[in-house]
Structures are given as C-alpha cells and as structure tokens.
C-alpha cells in the first residue's frame, strides 16, 4: 500500500524558512495534482497550493508570494518551500497525491508540525 511521507518541519523564529518534502513510500503511477494543505489548532484543513503534472500552480492568498510549491515527477516528490514565515503558518501541514485514471485517488500524508515561534 503506498504511503506518503512528509519531513521537514519544525520550530522556526518569525521571518524565517523551511523547505517541506513529501515522498510516497512505494510505487506510484500516473499522478495528477500534487497539493499541500495545512491544518491550525482548532481551525478546519485548508489548502496552501498546488501544482498540477505540467507545473502549474496555484496558491492560496496568505502565502503568495513567500511560499513556493514544486514537484519531481520521476521521484514522484513534492516540496514546499516557506519563506518569510509567520506566526500563523503555525499549523501541522499534508501533502496530497491525486490519481485520476480510475475514478479520483487521493493518497495523504500524516503530517508534519510546522511551528513559527520566537
């Protein structure tokens, strides 16, 4: 069964970066959109960005501009990275896979604590 595994976060000062990186555990085909989502305490997920097999991307208001989301399509990896981090980029943060081949796949991953803290 494949899993995706995220690493890369931890506690960083305000104004800083980190550089998230989702990779799946076993082989994957055929992977459409790549996304990543982020979930605050108390708050429901939302989507941070994503990019499509052709590299497009799209990003959500509060991080254009500081955060940028990439892929590896022979890795079939995903990268996020955050720069100019803020205070409420406090938040556990998931990648997702989606296959379209047969009917809509997701495949997520457990996620990965980003704090931004002085």
């Known amino acids: 069964q494949v899993q995706l595994v995220e690493s890369g976060g931890g506690l960083v000062q305000p104004g800083g970066s980190l550089r998230l990186s989702c990779a799946a555990s076993?082989?994957?085909?055929?992977?459409?959109?790549m996304a990543w989502y982020r979930q605050a305490p108390g708050k429901q997920r939302e989507l941070v960005a994503t990019?499509?097999?052709?590299?497009?991307?799209n990003y959500a208001d509060s991080v254009k501009g500081r955060f940028t989301i990439s892929r590896d399509n022979a890795k079939n990896a995903l990268y996020l990275q955050m720069n100019s981090l803020k205070p409420e980029d406090t938040a556990v943060y998931y990648c997702?896979?989606?296959?379209?081949?047969?009917?809509?796949?997701?495949?997520w991953g457990q996620g990965t604590q980003v704090t931004v803290s002085s």
């Open positions: 997702k896979f989606r296959r379209t081949v047969a009917g809509i796949e997701d495949y």
């Open positions: 076993g082989i994957i085909f055929s992977i459409d959109a």
């Open positions: 990019i499509t097999r052709g590299g497009r991307t």
